[in-house]
């Protein structure tokens, strides 16, 4: 018995340390992709820049990351404040989006063919939900809001989002965005079609069918899945309840193996996140995307190439950040926000104040 006691504890203290070290190897290959990103991060674009600022910042509590959250408010506020002095009647609501929508013609990839065929039918979507609804939740996010908050929120109101969120054509050319903006219009206490758009996705894209999934709407299905779990979580910003999105997670679980062969580098990170988002760090999920993830790191460039090779680091910025969160997580913080770090907020761009 006291054999097999040494034996067991033996056992117990090897898997530790190899789990210890597996877990040193992951933080080193998100170091190496950090010291890339950081060392540029102030050449990127104004959106990139925030985007990964505020990851970092939710992620770390670092204030280092505090000048690319001003430029991220800085362009929400600019966003806001054209929509509010001069993109607010429906004319120039049309106007707008037709234009945003122009941008789709001429293309002939999957995933831009299937925006323009049936955006042009809604055009006003581009406004309202790609642009207005995502400066409008960040800076809520922040503990901020427009100074003309409720004229912004009158033009909300004007629209049935129910109409974007359930055409299962919509769903099949917006997915992670549609999941993002029906959470979006939850947190901000304005229509609240979450559970109208997960029964809409799931009739869009049901197991089933899979098989018979282009490589580009396999990718479609899962981005919309994590983004269901983002939004709920208002982007790393509070603990996911497992149960609350058990067909996700089973999906992911049920899954993985092919998620892994057929998915880009950016929906694989994100898949793993969700478990973390969930407090299931352990589960065989978030040890086979890390994987995956580091595998395709490289290491003389110091980042994730796109899957045609190419090592653009603005271009690779969303799919690099995701693999430093999946690589390195460090917890779900409820920041920046004007209350809970007010030197960020001390002088707010033009246009915002406080909630």
């Known amino acids: 018995m006291r054999a097999q006691l040494i034996g067991l504890c033996l056992s117990i203290v090897v898997s530790h340390t190899a789990y210890a070290e597996s877990n040193q190897e992951f933080k080193d ?97 581009l406004y309202l939900g790609v642009d207005l609804l995502g400066s409008m939740a960040r800076a809520n996010e922040y503990g901020l809001k427009h100074k003309q908050d409720e004229k912004l929120r009158a033009i909300i109101r004007r629209y049935d989002f129910e109409k974007y969120a359930t055409d299962q054509e919509m769903i099949k050319a917006w997915a992670a965005q549609l999941a993002n903006q029906v959470y979006w219009l939850r947190q901000l206490g304005e229509q609240d079609v979450v559970a109208a758009f997960t029964s809409a996705f799931q009739q869009a894209y049901p197991d089933s069918a899979d098989k018979t999934l282009s490589n580009q709407q396999y990718g479609n299905k899962l981005y919309g899945m994590t983004h269901i779990i983002f939004g709920d979580s208002e982007y790393y910003q509070h603990q996911i309840s497992e149960k609350q999105h058990q067909w996700i997670y089973d999906y992911f679980r049920d899954n993985i193996d092919t998620i892994l062969k057929r998915a880009k580098e950016d929906v694989i990170a994100e898949v793993g996140i969700t478990f973390l988002l969930a407090g299931l760090d352990d589960d065989p999920v978030v040890e086979k995307t890390r994987r995956a993830i580091q595998h395709s790191i490289d290491l003389e460039r110091g980042m994730i190439p796109s899957v045609t090779g190419d090592f653009d680091i603005t271009y690779g910025e969303h799919r690099n950040v995701l693999a430093i969160m999946l690589l390195d997580w460090q917890q779900v913080n409820e920041a920046p926000t004007v209350k809970g770090q007010p030197k960020v907020f001390s002088s707010p761009p033009y246009g915002l104040i406080p909630q």
């Open 29 to 125: 290959s998100a170091n190496l992709i950090k010291q890339t990103y950081e060392s540029q991060l102030y050449t990127l674009p104004a959106f990139k820049e925030g985007h990964y600022g505020l990851r970092m910042f939710r992620q770390t509590l670092d204030h280092k990351y505090s000048a690319a959250v001003w430029t991220d408010m800085a362009r929400v506020a600019s966003r806001l404040n054209k929509f509010a002095a001069e993109i607010n009647t429906p004319e120039q609501i049309l106007n707008y989006s037709n234009k945003r929508l122009s941008g789709y013609v001429g293309e002939s990839d999957e995933r831009s063919v299937r925006r323009y065929g049936v955006t042009k039918t809604m055009p006003e979507y």
